[in-house]
């Protein structure tokens, strides 16, 4: 049987573990035979810890570590060989071993599909690797060569036991205030959702070519040779590289974003001052010599115009600042797209609002995020308005580029509440998205701050949501709860009409509010209806929806009969918007509304209430490591081609 083969073998296999870990520990940075001989270590140790996890036996009910090394050396073998790992990542030693060495590393944290039972974590808990990781996202050069693996190791060690707080990278990651550090983190997550965002946007471009009647005739004729298609070679491009990295990445984000308030500053650093400071103050020793003693060469012979740059350093192309949060949030509207054709993207969407909700209920954030000095241009992408294969982007007109980043916020959720109205509509996505743009408001309101910001918009789509909810009420009151997402967005517009005059920056855009209110006066009457007509099905929420309700329908109710009586008077079928507008702001002062509480209020994000869904995307992040991991990529030749040069 299997059971009676692995334990026929069991001796050999801890033989070879002793043996490789020895290896490892008597490996010296000096000695090229060393070096080749921790390879073949390094690459053995990666093929037994992968294998004896690989597959559980029904009938092997021992721990595969059993395998491996008897129960009572464990743990000192478990430290040995933690600790010579951690000296090979921190030490000059060549690429190749430090990329087997995160490869070890890996393999261990994914050695089981769930994180919290994997039974190598603990011994990772007792033996930090934090330094190590920490010193190659500060470097530079090793970012760039060491810097994904790095962070999904970071973010594994970091999804171990979350509600458990003796986690030490918890509370390391928490205190973490290394600004190298840091940019090293965003350059990483930056770079793959730049990369991500231009795979998406060569498939539009390639679907928007083929929209032509002489490109619908080549695909036809080229429908009959046989040979991949180029679209659906960047559709597999795209379909690899999210599943390696979105994922990872973005949940490496939001912990950043979730445990560490110094992050926050990364997120509004331009892309290049990012890569420009974390290369030259990350690079050591020869690589600054070099960049500067080129720049001193250049100056002696009085050629400053060709004097090396940042730019230069750094390889980056000009083009307009972009800062990490404007590359999240036009990623963000890019999942936002897909979200309805893909399950997978409808867990990313969830985690994209779940740091949105982070960001905008902390006071520092929301400090930055409205910061007027911080315009960025931030490119956004939302459906198209008629029928077309390619999505439209969009970054506003001149005043609206000029917006602090919560602007753009507010425009990725406008968008987003108008692209999901279809039967299936995801309550809680909706409910999220309605709770970042309810702390934006509240924010804006507790600290007076006045955002020249289209608010028609944001206008256009909760009322569009909620004519949505109405006219689909019979088939969707049994499926999620329609009064809960309808009490969300009376409560946003009780904000305006409360405190608008707080944060709205002209007492124009309040006559635009009661305006618009005025023109949705069914949608108000069709709630009171629904609420009157269900009594017993919406008996919890009932006494709240009447209460949000109270304002909107008095100011209704007080001007609609003003409207039609000088429409009367008149003698006119219908009213211009500049009648309609003097009307409202002839008849303010003997307007009667009640003042609303507890509009300010909301539940704080509660990661404790997400622990299902975190816990199931560490999985899958996980499974998709373990279904992907090939040890054999990295050969003795990309060694030995080092060690030449080394």
Not at 95 to 116: F, G, P, R, Y
Not at 146 to 163: A, C, F, N, R
Not at 198 to 225: A, P
Not at 258 to 284: E, K, P, V, Y
């Amino acid at each position: 049987t299997a059971w009676e083969r692995l334990v026929e073998i069991k001796y050999v296999l801890q033989m070879l573990f002793k043996h490789s870990a020895e290896a490892l520990h008597t490996s010296r940075l000096e000695s090229t035979q060393h070096h080749i001989r921790t390879f073949n270590a390094l690459q053995t140790l990666c093929i037994l810890i992968r294998d004896c996890f690989k597959k559980k036996l029904a009938e092997f009910t021992s721990e595969p570590l059993s395998l491996l090394f008897t129960p009572p050396h464990n743990e000192e073998a478990m430290k040995t060989l933690i600790a010579d790992v951690s000296r090979i990542l921190t030490d000059e030693f060549p690429i190749s071993l430090k990329n087997l060495c995160l490869k070890l590393m890996l393999l261990m944290l994914t050695a089981e599909q769930d994180v919290n039972d994997n039974v190598m974590l603990p011994f990772f808990m007792y033996n930090s690797v934090f330094e190590s990781l920490k010193q190659i996202l500060a470097r530079a050069d090793l970012t760039e060569k060491h810097g994904y693996d790095s962070v999904l190791i970071l973010t594994l060690l970091l999804s171990y036991k979350k509600s458990d707080l003796s986690n030490p990278y918890v509370i390391k990651f928490s205190l973490l205030d290394d600004i190298l550090t840091l940019n090293g983190l965003g350059c990483v997550i930056s770079s793959a959702l730049k990369e991500h965002i231009s795979l998406e946007e060569k498939i539009f471009e390639r679907r928007q070519q083929s929209t032509g009647v002489m490109s619908r005739l080549g695909s036809y004729i080229g429908s009959f040779v046989p040979g991949p298609q180029r679209d659906d070679v960047i559709q597999v491009q795209v379909a690899s590289f999210s599943s390696k990295t979105n994922d990872a990445v973005l949940l490496a984000m939001y912990e950043a974003v979730h445990l560490n308030r110094n992050f926050i500053s990364i997120l509004t650093s331009s892309n290049d001052a990012l890569m420009h400071t974390h290369t030259i103050f990350g690079m050591q020793g020869p690589a600054v010599e070099a960049v500067f003693h080129n720049l001193m060469q250049s100056v002696s012979r009085g050629d400053t115009n060709s004097a090396p740059t940042l730019a230069d350093a750094t390889n980056t192309a000009t083009h307009a600042p972009v800062n990490l949060m404007g590359t999240f949030l036009t990623y963000s509207s890019l999942v936002f797209l897909q979200i309805n054709n893909v399950y997978d993207w409808s867990e990313r969407a969830t985690l994209c609002i779940n740091i949105l909700l982070c960001l905008t209920e902390d006071h520092y954030a929301g400090t930055i995020l409205h910061d007027p000095n911080l315009p960025f241009p931030v490119k956004l992408y939302k459906q198209p308005r008629l029928v077309s294969q390619k999505p439209i982007s969009f970054t506003g007109n001149e005043n609206q580029r000029n917006l602090p980043l919560a602007g753009h916020i507010l425009d990725l959720m406008s968008e987003f509440l108008r692209g999901q109205l279809r039967k299936s509509l995801n309550s809680d996505l909706c409910l999220k998205c309605l709770g970042v743009i309810h702390r934006l408001i509240c924010f804006q309101n507790r600290n007076c701050i006045r955002m020249f910001y289209p608010w028609s918009s944001l206008w256009f789509s909760l009322f569009t949501l909620m004519r949505f909810l109405l006219s689909h009420e019979s088939y969707l009151v049994s499926r999620i709860d329609i009064m809960l997402i309808m009490d969300r967005i009376l409560v946003i517009f009780n904000m305006f009409i409360t405190y608008g005059d707080t944060f709205l920056s002209s007492p124009k855009i309040y006559d635009e509010l009661y305006y618009e209110i005025i023109r949705e006066k069914d949608a108000f009457e069709k709630i009171d209806e629904v609420l009157k007509k269900r009594p017993t099905e919406f008996a919890e929420n009932i006494p709240k929806l009447n209460e949000s309700l109270h304002n909107l329908l008095a100011i209704v109710r007080y001007f609609v009969p003003k409207i039609d009586n000088y429409a009367l008077e008149n003698q006119k079928s219908s009213l211009t918007s500049e009648e309609v507008m003097n009307i409202i702001q002839a008849n303010y002062e003997s307007l009667t509304l009640k003042l609303q509480e507890n509009l300010h209020y909301f539940d704080r994000f509660d990661e404790k209430h997400e622990e299902v869904f975190f816990n199931h995307l560490a999985r899958s992040i996980t499974t998709d490591f373990r279904s992907r991991i090939c040890v054999k990529n990295i050969s003795q030749k990309d060694l030995i081609g080092e060690l030449s040069l080394f």
